[in-house]
């Protein structure tokens, strides 16, 4: 019986360990033909049948990239800036809307908390014409600054609500006793609270940044002037023919703008996972 059961067991094993397998290479086969790909020349990515190893590897499309394309580094810094700066005016708005709602207990709290889930309902497309009649008057298409703050209102809802998970998590006893002992509220905030949440914080400031890095639509709408582009938006415009596209230059393209992402990840992966699984438990 005993031996029954551990063969079972190990046959169990192996077809959970093949499914895995097989999900995996699902998932990486495309990171990896991307990978190849940069390293062909444009003729051998348009070869049928195609080959999964480089015959003659080169480095032509990376070094195009970096000294013929000096518009591609252009459409890259502004994508640095606004993901960047989304990012820190999301978790700034984050640590007061969120605390706000985790602290203050009125009769609004509940609308409040259903208007920000009702505003992740609708889908981007249905608020872009009111965006743009709103910016124009405004005075601020055509702009970085216009740009974040249209991202910082598409990220901030989701981000509000995280971070109200985060601080209704901390004990209301640790803000008692540090106002027994004089703090003002500010203080219990900043010095106090902030600290305990600041894994969410980072899991906060890492999601706003992933979420304005790939943006495409409010970039492609909002931004027309080739100079405030961003990088999808860039890619999309200058390195897409209508005929034909060189492949092995726009996976370069693809590789080289993952880097930020990639980094981010394994420099916070630690602190986001953290954060996201601290924010899923109260109290």
């Not at 394309?69 to 640095?80: D, E, H, L, S, T």
């Not at 985790?102 to 014409?129: C, D, E, G, K, Y």
């Not at 055509?142 to 998970?165: D, E, K, R, V």
């Not at 415009?237 to 060189?246: A, C, K, Q, T, W």
Request: hydrophobic content about 55%.
């Amino acid at each position: 019986m005993k031996t029954t059961m551990k063969s079972d067991s190990k046959l169990f094993s192996f077809f959970k360990y093949a499914a895995l397998a097989v999900i995996l290479l699902f998932l990486l086969f495309p990171l990896y033909w991307v990978l190849i790909t940069a390293f062909k020349t444009n003729m051998e990515a348009y070869r049928y049948p195609p080959t999964f190893f480089p015959r003659h590897p080169v480095l032509t499309s990376f070094l195009s990239l970096f000294h013929e394309n000096n518009q591609f580094f252009v459409y890259y810094k502004n994508n640095i800036i606004v993901s960047s700066f989304v990012a820190l005016l999301c978790c700034v708005v984050a640590i007061f809307s969120g605390y706000s709602l985790a602290r203050f207990r009125h009769r609004w709290n509940t609308w409040f908390f259903a208007l920000l889930l009702a505003s992740q309902m609708f889908p981007v497309i249905s608020r872009m014409i009111s965006l743009y009649s709103i910016m124009g008057k405004l005075g601020i298409i055509n702009t970085l600054g216009g740009l974040s703050l249209a991202l910082l209102a598409a990220q901030a809802p989701f981000c509000i609500i995280l971070m109200s998970s985060f601080f209704a998590g901390i004990p209301k006893e640790i803000e008692e006793a540090a106002y027994v002992d004089g703090a003002g509220r500010w203080r219990i905030l900043f010095s106090i609270v902030t600290p305990l949440v600041k894994s969410g914080l980072v899991a906060v400031g890492i999601y706003a940044f992933l979420m304005t890095w790939d943006d495409y639509l409010h970039a492609a709408t909002l931004i027309q002037a080739d100079m405030k582009r961003t990088l999808s938006v860039g890619i999309a415009l200058r390195y897409l023919g209508e005929l034909s596209y060189d492949w092995s230059l726009v996976n370069t393209i693809s590789i080289v703008g993952t880097i930020p992402v990639v980094l981010l990840f394994f420099f916070f992966q630690k602190y986001m996972i953290k954060g996201l699984v601290a924010g899923a438990v109260k109290g």
